[in-house]
């Protein structure tokens, strides 16, 4: 409304849409993976590198009220992550793995920026729900696990904003994304030599990067 516009520039808060490019580094916690089918035993333990990710927003701030918590942020991004392989188990027993797993994520987040705390450096924090390919390439002896599936997705954020300009913020922020049980086809003795097995995917990313607003 209005009196909510007006409040806006009594604080001299930012409305409207924006963009955002951001880069930083992903943890992908260690994967466990197992056959659906309970009467075959095909276990694989993995654990991975740390490495770059990246990723972009657009976003809209709703005009605040004088009593709200914070200003609310409605936005879409999308966060590409690839891990290399460091150890896998097969069974219980360590082999020489060759990889990578990697994802890109499509979520809607609801964002609470805390505009309260002060007119450079604001406090946020975040959520939000939807979907993300996963892409499986690993290799060890004459086994292979190459495959991808589509999962729904969800996240959880929290970071500061630093205010560099009237259009402009830089901001750091760590990430929780997560993918809802992945299954991969795992191809290699013994046998049977197809077997579906189901997975995991979380991962945590500390990142920065320069919000634009379009105004």
């Known amino acids: 409304s209005d009196r909510h516009a007006g ?11 924006y963009s955002s490019g951001m880069m930083g580094a992903v943890y992908l916690e260690d994967q466990h993976s197992e056959a659906l089918d309970v009467s075959l035993r ?11 990710n990246g990723g972009a927003t657009i976003g809209y701030r709703l005009p605040p009220r004088p009593h709200d918590l914070g200003q609310l942020r409605i936005e879409f991004d999308t966060i590409f992550n690839k891990n ?3 150890t896998l188990l097969f069974n219980s027993v360590e ?30 924090i975040g959520g939000g729900a939807g979907f993300m390919r996963v892409d499986e390439s690993l290799e060890y002896g004459r086994a ?9 997705a969800f996240q959880g954020m929290a970071g500061i904003s630093v205010q560099l300009s009237e259009n402009i913020q830089w901001f750091t ?3 929780y994304l997560g993918g809802s049980n992945p299954t991969f086809t795992r191809n290699g003795p013994p046998a049977p030599t197809q077997v579906d097995l189901r997975s995991e995917y979380n991962t945590h990313s500390i990142m920065s990067g320069i919000r634009i607003d379009l105004r």
């Open 173 to 175: 922020e760590w990430r």
């Open 7 to 17: 409040y806006a520039n009594e604080r001299n808060v930012a409305t409207g849409w």
């Open 84 to 86: 290399d392989v460091k």
């Open 95 to 124: 082999r020489n793995p060759r990889g990578e797993v990697s994802s890109q994520s499509f979520l809607f987040n609801l964002v609470i920026d805390f505009i309260h705390w002060g007119d450079v450096v604001t406090p946020y």
């Open 42 to 52: 095909r276990e694989e333990d993995a654990a991975f590198e740390w490495n770059i």
């Open 144 to 152: 292979t696990f190459v495959d991808e599936d589509y999962v729904f």
